[in-house]
């Protein structure tokens, strides 16, 4: 508990080098745990434009949201939400007005999104 502590306060204060460093060393056990971890991986690498890792990520954890069969798919769905909608936040050239309000009507009509605040908070930034 203390390293997810330790972790979550590295992101808080955006010193993202250590967030990486940290969740690259570590696989879970628990699947909440590995779940989170990857969440947190996915928006420090958006929030550092590592875009190469950042899709690297997504596919893996795509890969492994839908081989682990033991992750129901009421709590598979949030994640994988959150994955599609990251990567069409990527794919917005700047200024895209059309395609940004686009993608905000979509995700404020999705229920289940994991992440969502700060999916909303990057989504306001391109605004």
Not at 73 to 102: M, V
Request: glycine share 0%; hydrophobic share 30%; aromatic share 12%.
């Amino acid at each position: 508990m203390q390293y997810l502590t330790i972790r979550h306060n590295y992101f808080s204060q955006k010193k993202f080098e250590k967030v990486v460093e940290l969740l690259r060393t570590v696989e879970y056990e628990d699947i909440t745990y590995n779940l989170n971890s990857k969440t947190m991986l996915l928006s420090t690498y958006y929030e550092t434009d590592e875009i190469e890792p950042l899709y690297s990520l997504m596919d893996s954890f795509r890969t492994f949201l839908n081989r682990h069969k033991d992750i129901s798919s009421a709590k598979r769905k949030p994640y994988l939400n959150l994955i599609k909608f990251t990567k069409q936040l990527t794919r917005i050239a700047p200024g895209d007005k059309k395609e940004l309000e686009k993608l905000k009507k979509e995700v404020e009509e999705t229920k289940d999104i994991s992440s969502l605040n700060w999916l909303r908070e990057k989504i306001a930034e391109l605004e």
